[in-house]
């Protein structure tokens, strides 16, 4: 399954919603924040966002800034 | 009795905002934080690199600050919103920065994609504070849309060179009803002093520490002289006279005595 | 480790100096001196009025400050040194700030005649510091005949204008190895602070205070961009650029996403 | 005897020395200094000094000053 | 070879535009207009007094000047356009300073609202020039809107304050394309010498002259300052320096000859 | 009628004085001197090499000029005295600029030795025009001992920063009773008009015209902004405003009229 | 007949288009601008503009301006 | 003999007076300023000013200077 995250394209596999992805990914949930086709998505309802061929994500932290 | 910054439904004891942008490391952060004083501190949101695990930005800032997220990046109001939106889905608050910029070589804010971000984000119960170029007239658009200050810039971000829009942001100061914070470009703790004697409700500071040799006594200094303004802005000066005022008696004294 | 100013023997920890003329009421002297944390104080001398009793400015001051008479009134280096000597046999210590002024309109001093008092009062084992017009020769030939510091004006007494001696103060500062201290001017704690930020070694201020509003606040006000100044002096800022600096993360963030 | 304090010319009797001259104008000597004839007068020196026709005498305190 | 400045299809000699309001009587304004050199002349409609004969100014503005008719009064693009549509029924020319300002203490200009004015007028034909508070990016709107210039404010409207906006307008001299030429506030030659040393490409300057002692000696110092600045730009300047650079020769001269 | 600079018993119609020093190549300077229009313009004297052969500065001087030879290289009165001396022994007249300097640094001048070399000379005929720090009881001293005008520095030689003396050199100006001409520093137009607008009697530049890329053309704008500011002097400004004072009438138009 | 010229109302006779009016207030043709009912009118259009009843006319004029 | 020049030491030979030495150096008289031992001497007494062993000579002439 191939999708969009961050605006590359990436092929992913045994990957069902978000919560897989930012554990395969061994991101902290914490320190992040995930958007899924355009929505944001709480981390509470990561599980329950399932992904799809052809979705758009972006995963963003925070970092230092002015 | 005490002088209290209200933004937001907050009370600030400190008129220093700090921006935690280009340090040499993130650990000095923490104690430039903290030499501050500052309650309100900028961060900004960026992609994850997925294949390098980076530190955490909100790991260094005290619990008892107040963060707002810059929309660094954003180049018209959507990408704004949507930036705005992000930051809040983090579960950090909804103080926003609002920093629109299409002009890569002097980051100059537009004021007019910055005035439809603030009428969508006010709407959405965002605290917004927007990052402008000085103008009067935008200033009380972006107030009557809900903006809770207005941030002109002094000179250009990161250039250190200071107040350089005085003549505008004196009229703004004077003319608008909600707090109006010089943001970018002020380079010394006499810059920001200046800001604060004009009436100006707080500063927002973050190159001028970062590049500094010493960012923690840098940020201790800018500290003081913010609370030095304003207590002078408080105190009220005495004017400008043209021609010398002795400060000591002059008259008689051995000047009649010598013969 | 700590930023301590040797002038005459003495360790100061306060770099602010204060004058306590033109003060509106005398009771208000001690608590503007309290709030300024100054170290030095100066005084002046002037005739009894042998008809009315004077209260003494001396009860004023706190014990732990050094007091500093000016020759104020004097017209020429007799004149000055005469002052001298009678400020020190009233006992109250022997540091002397000279000051001779021919120009009754804007009270600029007289640098050859103020050159003259400094060597013989040096002799006589007084701490000079002598008011002066900016001017790096005579600065040198004034450190030369045994100043203890120099003074230079920010502008004409008690005018409230501020540093605009800049350019000479500046140069100064860079070559004299004695400290510089800025009398005179200053206007606001912006001044005072941008003048510690030049590395200047001290301010003298009275005016500024004595016409504020609030000269108890004014004076905390100043103290505290005293600090400020010199805490960026020593923290050394990173300079100046002419064009904008980003103190976000600008790259690639959203830029390449809304497609 | 006609002396003169402070550039003024004033006839004073009974008075023989300092002391008796800083008493009799109710002054407070902690609180000034006093030049006879251009010297400079110690205040342990003041009972000293005697006072004769034509004497000039300066008298001065501190006052506030920048 | 010839320096000329191209605004809407007009080659224009002189880069100093002049204002012809508030002298203190009608005929000195022909002086005063030739004294400038003028080109462009700006006038002002404003409704008859049908009970009182005033004299008509355009009589005293010589026929080869460019008239351009600003839209005073006018607090919003809608009333801009009415105006200018009056003033070219007037049959004199297309050329429109557009003026909207809703700031009646500071008269700072309106750039959202003068932005539409000028994407109406633009269109219909009209050699727009916008009054304008400096904006970079308001600029580039209002430049692709079909400004055939933008002038921003030196300091607000007649107060004789100088190039205030200095950091703004040099921004604006080198990233837009269109000619800018500050308008308002220019109170001394200096000032305008300096306008034209940054680039800029002509001033426009009305109060400064009227509220001169000798309004017409006034003209001829500007429009030579004008120039003066105009040259030093094309000539191009050396540069600062931070230390002292010997302008005779000081090697050796007398200095090894003295033994 | 006419406005004419007396100094030395000749009247200038000039108010722009010239160096010759650090010219590309001594041809350009005969241009850069007529478009000057400069009446006084100074040379150096300096040891002939014996080995080759220089070209005569003075060829290049047209014979109207006055000719102002300054004693650079001298670091005392004395010295400054012999040069002088050798000066008018070559039948160039007596016009001296006392240039005395013993810091190799900002070259700033000797006020001290200054006076005495004024004194010496101006006993023995010479026209003296003394390059000084901005000092006004120096100045007076100057003054009194003979000097026909002073020169006090508006920054460091060569520097090209501008006036940045401006504070003294206006007290200087009103209180002075022999000509104040601003020498060293001016680096642009604008900084020789603002010298004149101050009241000013002339300027004299060098480095800004050598360094410039088009020297000619450098020196016809210095020239006109000159006269642009000795104009403005003349014509008197109408002083400024803190707040706008509207140049065009905004009374009634359309105001009402939108009912 | 009352029309409304330059903001206030005037009861006007014997003047039917507006070069009529012009020359009735003694106004130099050459000098002023005429605004018939927020249409800009020009000058050889004048006598063929009727004016009636609630009309609203605005004269203006060429003044000195910055 | 020997004198100094500029201060420089150097040997001249068959030269006797201010004149001789201008030209055997090949200046040009009307550019140049002649101090001999410290006294300037005027163009027209250069020929009458002899030339003594260590004589010190300083010959100048106009630069460009500001």
Redo the contacts between chains.
């Keep these: 399954m191939v999708i969009k995250?961050?605006?590359k394209e990436q092929a992913i596999e045994e990957i069902s919603n978000l919560i897989d992805l930012v554990n395969s990914?061994?991101?902290?949930p914490?320190?992040?924040?995930v958007?899924h086709n355009?929505e944001?998505?709480?981390?509470d309802m990561w599980s329950e966002v399932s992904i799809a061929e052809g979705d758009?994500i972006?995963?963003?932290?925070?970092?230092?800034?002015? | 009795m005490e002088d209290i910054l209200r933004i937001g439904g907050k009370s600030l004891r400190s008129r220093f905002f700090v921006g935690t942008g280009k340090f040499p490391n993130k650990a000095i952060i923490r104690d430039v934080l903290e030499a501050s004083g500052a309650d309100v501190v900028t961060v900004a949101l960026r992609r994850v690199d997925t294949d390098s695990v980076d530190e955490n930005i909100l790991e260094y800032i005290p619990d008892n600050c107040t963060l707002m997220t810059n929309t660094s990046g954003a180049r018209n109001a959507d990408e704004a919103v949507r930036i705005a939106r992000l930051a809040r889905a983090a579960g950090c608050g909804d103080w926003i920065k609002i920093e629109v910029i299409s002009d890569n070589k002097y980051l100059l804010p537009d004021n007019m994609e910055t005035l439809k971000a603030i009428e969508i984000l006010a709407k959405e119960g965002f605290i917004v504070l927007p990052y402008m170029n000085p103008d009067l007239t935008m200033a009380k658009r972006m107030a009557a849309a809900g903006a809770a200050a207005v941030m002109p810039l002094g000179s250009p971000i990161g250039t250190n060179r200071g107040l350089k829009t005085e003549e505008l942001v004196k009229i703004m100061v004077e003319e608008i009803d909600i707090p109006v914070i010089v943001d970018a470009g002020l380079g010394r703790p006499s810059d920001a002093a200046r800001c604060m004697e004009l009436g100006c409700d707080a500063v927002l500071v973050n190159t001028a520490l970062a590049t500094a040799k010493d960012p923690v006594g840098m940020a201790k200094a800018f500290s003081q002289a913010v609370e030095a303004g304003r207590g002078a802005y408080l105190a009220q000066t005495g004017g400008e006279r043209e021609c010398a005022s002795a400060s000591s008696p002059l008259t008689g004294f051995l000047t009649s005595s010598g013969e």
């Design positions: 995250i961050n605006g990914k061994g991101l902290n914490g320190a992040i924040v958007e355009l944001v998505i709480p981390k758009t972006e995963i963003v932290s925070f970092v230092g800034g002015g």
